[in-house]
């Protein structure tokens, strides 16, 4: 398996509140990607990265910031936690080797809003 | 963008039987498509991938086939076994940067 971990796996957070998830990979892979996983919308690309320091948005990156200071470690952080971002939360690595661009997920974090 | 759908939200195929699970796109610049699968609790992982250049590829047990013409692509897999059960998702770019996944197809393998 790829070496990516994610922190924490579970968390129940209170609306109003900062919440940051942390993504860290073992293998110096370029891209690195912050997905949501909703039922009956499968995965939902929220930002992705394509370097330290480089990162672009995804189709619903409303509510949520994301930071690379270190090709190893993705955080996301929801400013002010809300109801509707419950939700399980996948970060993925990819590094392109010319003949596939396969993107590694990890194990996931499900984060409850109240 | 670009938007994936999946045409069955559930399969249940029988042991041993061939599956075949699809998949429709949008976006008829999207040029490089994967097929994941998900087990409970797990995050997705790699099946097989194919470029647009291509109509079928081949992997152990498994084929995708794709009609750029329909938009629209499919995973089939020879044999079905009980361990393939879980969740399929495909996903679409036309960039390499950013996915599109599909809803997902959850399929079920009776013994």
């Known amino acids: 398996d790829a070496g990516i971990t994610q922190s924490p796996r579970h968390k129940v957070t209170e609306t109003g509140t900062p919440v940051t998830l942390r993504c860290h990979q073992t293998e110096n892979h370029r891209y690195m990607y912050w997905y949501r996983q909703d039922p009956g919308h499968g995965l939902r690309l929220i930002h992705y990265?394509?370097?330290?320091?480089?990162?672009d948005k995804g189709e619903v990156s409303d509510g949520y910031s994301v930071s690379r200071s270190k090709t190893e470690d993705f955080l996301l952080t929801l400013e002010s936690a809300t109801s509707s971002q419950t939700s399980v939360y996948f970060c993925a690595i990819s590094d392109s080797t010319g003949t596939t661009y396969e993107q590694y997920f990890g194990p996931g974090t499900r984060l409850t809003v109240t | 963008g670009e938007s994936v759908g999946l045409h069955l939200p559930t399969l249940s195929v029988q042991e041993g039987d061939n599956s075949i699970i699809n998949c429709a796109y949008s976006n008829s610049a999207s040029d490089y498509f994967i097929w994941y699968k998900q087990e409970s609790g797990k995050g997705p992982q790699f099946i097989i991938d194919?470029?647009?250049?291509?109509d079928k590829r081949q992997g152990q047990r498994v084929t995708v086939l794709l009609n750029k013409t329909v938009k629209h692509l499919s995973l089939q897999i020879a044999a079905t076994q009980p361990g393939d059960s879980a969740v399929y998702f495909c996903?679409?770019?036309?960039?390499?940067?950013?996915?599109?996944f599909g809803s997902g197809t959850k399929l079920n393998v009776k013994p």
């Open positions: 194919i470029r647009s250049n291509m």
């Open positions: 990265s394509y370097g330290v320091k480089d990162t």
């Open positions: 996903a679409a770019t036309y960039n390499f940067n950013k996915f599109y």
